[in-house]
């Protein structure tokens, strides 16, 4: 019924994209093994082959945009698992956007809370005001007492306890410096300004000057939900940022941002700062570190990133270090941008699972480099009493860094 309700000639467009790339999809099921909702329960309509005709079939106005179907559709973790298996290489991340963005949000957005989180100034002012009144000490009370199924229930649960770092700072030596801009974003410039703090700190050992934008929201969770305006209004302030820096390189330490980011500025080198530490690693002298370690990769370090083998460089050089990270397909944690708010029991399922795993190695730290990530497994490590802790792997290679 799609069909129907189209107004504009861009949504017809648009429509004519979804059923061209749905039309490449060859039905041959290679990427059900590596799909985490598919392994949940082994629902066809759960799998990227079953998004594909269910995107395909409301594009061609053959069904209607049930909430059953919508579900299927907003159960999507964005993972990419499926892209990078498919051989027929289905753009299954432009064809879910562009499907989103004509269906709008979905009914389960929680937009209020979604707006908090996305201004880092009133996250931090939040954050503040919940430390007046003790709130880590009643926190995990006062989640209790929402619904169960509530996304601000969610939020409580991972919002961390401790006070969140400073913002990271520009830093460099000189003018003749390559220079560097990092993005702060939004959640990650609060609860990883530390991540954030030790990249700049690592890359200006490596000999970069690092100048770091004002903090706001990259738009990815808006463009993975369906709110096309906002996300281009978040990819307009992005473009404006970045033309103002004087910078040859974006970065990003959270891997989950790295493809908004790269849509909005096309052309433009937008790299996890992993990868670029990793070709001057020879500047770089780690003090030894006697730990074991459980490496946990996001999907979007290793499908959009592809900073997973320049992290496992980096690591190798701190000596002592007993590395292991976890399986991969079909294993994502569940966070997933705002997945973990909006389907919080599906989340804590995979992250669970994710757990379950790490339990394995019986590490001593959890290192995962995505905000999100690392902040619904850190609420998950709390829960179950694990005798881990966790940190973005940056802020341990700093901790590292034997000073010149
Ligand atoms: S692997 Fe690609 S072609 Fe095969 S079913 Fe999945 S999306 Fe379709
Ligand atoms: S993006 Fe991930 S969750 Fe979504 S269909 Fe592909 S593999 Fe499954």
Redesign the pocket.
Known sequence: MMGMLLEKSSEHAAVGRIVEWAG?????????PVCPTYALNRNEAE???GR?AIAAALARGQADPTAQLRERLDHCLGCLN??T??????Q?DALLIETRSLLGPPPRRPRLLLSLVKRPAWLRTLRRIGRWFALPRWQAWLARQLPTHSAWRAALRIMPTTAPAARARSRGKDAGQPRLALFPGCVASVDDAEAQQAAVALLQAAGFHVSVLPAFCCGAMDLHSGAAQAAERAASQVRQAWAGSGATQLLSVAPGCLGTLRRALPGVSVIDPLELLATHVGQLHFRPLERRVAVHLPCTQVNVAHSDGALLQLLRRVPGLQLSTLPRPPHCCGAAGSHLLEFPARAAQLRDDTLRQAATLEPQLLLSSNIGCRLHLAAGIGEQGLPWTHQHPLTLLAQQLEKS
């Open positions: 490449q999809c060859v039905q041959c099921g290679l990427c059900l799998s990227p082959r594909i499926c892209e298996a498919c051989p027929a290489h289905v299954y």
